[in-house]
T-cell receptor, first 118, second 111 residues
C-alpha cells in the first residue's frame, strides 16, 4: 500500500515570497490533516479536511495560509507571504475514517516538507 | 486551550534499563491518548494508544493512563539504542478531532 506522498521534500525561500506544498493521501482516506512542526516542538494542527470540506481550521493563520482539497483527494497548502517564523516541517497525515477519530485509529503521516524562510 | 505537557529532556537511560516517559494534559474532555516515536528528520510513527484507566502492554512497551490525575506515561522495558528518539504524547477528543501533541521528550539510550 502506498503511503502519504508529500512534495517537495525541501524548500528554501526568502521572506515575503510564496510557497505551496502538495499532499496525496493514501487512496480512500477520507480525512486529511496538515500539521506544522517547528524545530524542537510537537506537531501543531493547522487544518483538517473530511473529504473536500474543512472540519477545523481554527489554528490556521488565515491572513497568510490557505489550503484546499478540491476533489476530496490530494491537497495543497499555501503560504503567502512567508515569514521567518514559518520555517518548519509541514506534515500531512491521513486516516480512512470520515467520522470522529476512533481511539484505535491510526494517523498515517507523510515524510513532510521542510521549509526554510531566509 | 487544550495543552499536552512533556519534559523535553534529554532523558538518558542505560541500555537494558526501563525508560519512563511522562505526559500531562489539561483538557478533561480528552478521551484517547497516543504515544508516537519520531526519529530525527523522520515523521512520527504510532507506538501505542490508550483510552481506559490503567495499564496497556504491547511487547516492551506499557502505556499507563490516570484520568483523575490527567496523567499518561510510557514505559519502555529492556531499552535498546534503537529506542533513542523523540517520544510525542498526543491527545484527542473533547470536541476536537485532530491530535494535540506535546513538545516531545528526547530519549537517549546509552550503550
Amino acid at each position: 500500500e502506498a503511503g502519504v506522498a508529500q512534495s517537495p521534500r525541501y524548500k528554501i525561500i526568502e521572506k515575503r515570497q510564496s510557497v505551496a506544498f502538495w499532499c496525496n493521501p493514501i487512496s480512500g482516506h477520507a480525512t486529511l490533516y496538515w500539521y506544522q512542526q517547528i524545530l524542537g516542538q510537537g506537531p501543531k494542527l493547522l487544518i483538517q479536511f473530511q473529504n473536500n470540506g474543512v472540519v477545523d481550521d481554527s489554528q490556521l493563520p488565515k491572513d497568510r495560509f490557505s489550503a484546499e482539497r478540491l476533489k476530496g483527494v490530494d491537497s495543497t497548502l499555501k503560504i503567502q507571504p512567508a515569514k521567518l517564523e514559518d520555517s518548519a516541517v509541514y506534515l500531512c497525515a491521513s486516516r480512512p475514517g470520515g467520522a470522529g477519530l476512533m481511539a484505535n485509529e491510526k494517523l498515517f503521516f507523510g515524510s513532510g516538507t521542510q521549509l526554510s524562510v531566509l | 486551550q487544550k495543552e499536552v505537557e512533556q519534559n523535553s529532556g534529554p532523558l538518558s537511560v542505560p541500555e537494558g534499563a526501563i525508560a519512563s516517559l511522562n505526559c500531562t494534559y489539561s483538557d478533561r474532555g480528552s478521551q484517547s491518548f497516543f504515544w508516537y516515536r519520531q526519529y530525527s528528520g523522520k515523521s512520527p510513527e504510532l507506538i501505542m494508544f490508550i483510552y481506559s484507566n490503567g495499564d496497556k502492554e504491547d511487547g516492551r512497551f506499557t502505556a499507563q493512563l490516570n484520568k483523575a490525575s490527567q496523567y499518561v506515561s510510557l514505559l519502555i522495558r529492556d531499552s535498546q539504542p534503537s529506542d533513542s528518539a523523540t517520544y510525542l504524547c498526543a491527545s484527542s477528543g473533547g470536541g476536537a478531532d485532530g491530535l494535540t501533541f506535546g513538545k516531545g521528550t528526547h530519549l537517549i539510550i546509552q550503550p
